[in-house]
């Protein structure tokens, strides 16, 4: 029978629940759920010792099976270099081993081991373009860890996140990270920066090339033909007719009104705090926020957990969960696996949908 390409998840930082939210869906068989094999990036021993502190913990009655792999991402045939280890499809998971230099401790980070953290990246990116795997799905990593290792991201400034990550990897000049879940979706003109330096990123161009990719991936990963899109404005109350910021006026909306001329069903820069009531949310598809902490502390507060993060505009398709690291709760139980499994379904969906999905020899 011929199989669909693989799943990927990214256990990210290894001394946070990365592993932990992995090993709770495959003790309750959710990556079966799929019909594709999964994969996964991490540490072999440390993914073992983490599944006995969970079972010690009496989170998992007993230790899902995986088999492990070594990997070889130079070899010219990545499925052909699998099945030389023999790799096979009747475990939960095949485990991709990527060794961590320093031994893993839950819940303390060891910035030795962030190297190990930014290769299941470098992994991630390259299985994803050649199309080995038809989907990322990210856990998550600390971004300090990576900062203080001195990893930086492709084009030699600080490292900041997965989606800068991809973004340059792959070479595209902008990306957008969503967050979506049941009550909304909210995108972001801006992603990692300081409070400091938003204003000056509300360009022109970064406005425009945010609500084109908004609106194809709209239409193609999630099939909404006309999707209905509201932006936030800056400031508060929107500028309040811009004597409270300029932005809305000299920036933001005459790019969205280049969009409602071109037909397509955006609002102009609305307040944010009245935006994200119901009224409002229940007659729109996504919303544009134009930094972080604008959208992401309302979306979150409707389903954390439950949350699916992911970037729209790269070549490939990558979601994440929506939380961190949580180093508090790593091997002792407490981690909830919900986001991990919503990241997979859509990831998966999405694949469905996709034309590029190509069926396993
Ligand atoms: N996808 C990612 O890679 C990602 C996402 C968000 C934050 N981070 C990083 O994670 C690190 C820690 O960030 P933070 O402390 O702000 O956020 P966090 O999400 O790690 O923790 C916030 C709170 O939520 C709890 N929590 C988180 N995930 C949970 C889960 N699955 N089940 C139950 N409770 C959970 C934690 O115990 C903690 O109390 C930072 O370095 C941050 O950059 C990474
Ligand atoms: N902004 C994300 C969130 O709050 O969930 C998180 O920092 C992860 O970002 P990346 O996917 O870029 O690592």
Redesign the pocket.
């Known amino acids: 029978m011929q199989k669909k390409q693989p799943l990927l998840i990214t256990t ?2 290894p001394a ?2 990365g592993m ?2 992995v090993l709770i869906l495959a003790a309750e068989n959710k990556l079966q759920d799929f019909a594709r094999p999964v994969w996964v990036t991490a540490d072999a021993k440390a993914m073992q010792t983490r599944a006995d502190e969970l079972m010690a913990a009496g989170v998992l009655k007993s230790c899902p099976p995986w088999q492990t792999v070594d990997v070889n991402i130079e070899a010219n045939n990545f499925l052909k270099h699998l099945s030389q280890q023999g790799a096979d499809d009747n475990n939960a998971f095949i485990l991709l081993n990527i060794s961590c230099v320093a031994p893993v401790t839950s819940g303390l980070i060891n910035i030795s081991n962030s190297a190990m953290v930014a290769k299941q990246l470098e992994i991630a990116h390259k299985l994803a373009n050649d199309k080995t795997v038809a989907a990322i799905v ?8 990576l900062i203080e290792a001195g990893i930086k991201l492709p084009d030699g400034t600080m490292f900041s ?2 989606t800068e990550f991809f973004m340059q990897q792959s070479g595209c000049e902008k990306v957008v990270m969503m967050l979506a879940n049941q009550v909304m979706k909210v995108a972001l003109v801006t992603t ?1 920066l300081a409070l400091k330096d938003i204003p000056a990123a509300i360009t022109a161009d970064n406005v425009r090339q945010t609500v084109q990719i908004v609106v194809d991936d709209m239409r193609e990963k999630f099939g909404l033909a006309q999707p209905r899109i509201l932006v936030c404005g800056l400031n508060p109350h929107a500028g309040e007719g811009g004597h409270l910021g300029t932005e809305e006026i000299e920036i933001i909306n005459p790019v969205l009104q280049e969009f409602i001329s071109a037909g397509v069903d955006i609002s102009e820069a609305m307040p944010a705090d009245t935006l994200f009531t119901s009224r409002h949310l229940s007659n729109c598809d996504a919303v544009i926020a134009m930094y972080h902490d604008q959208g992401l502390p309302v979306l979150k507060s409707h389903g ?2 439950d949350t699916v ?1 992911l970037t729209l505009g790269l070549p490939y398709i990558r979601t ?10 790593a091997g002792r139980g ?7 499994y919503q990241a997979l379904i859509m990831a998966n969906e999405m694949a469905d949908r996709s034309i590029v999905d190509i069926p396993l020899a």
Do not use: C, M, R, Y
């Not at 994440?320 to 709760?329: K, M, N, R």
């Open positions: 990210g930082e946070g629940i932990d939210i990210t856990g998550p990593l600390q971004k300090s860890a996140g997965h990692h954390f957990g993060n994440s969960v929506d939380h961190g690291t949580a180093l508090d709760l407490g981690a909830s696996a919900t986001s991990l």
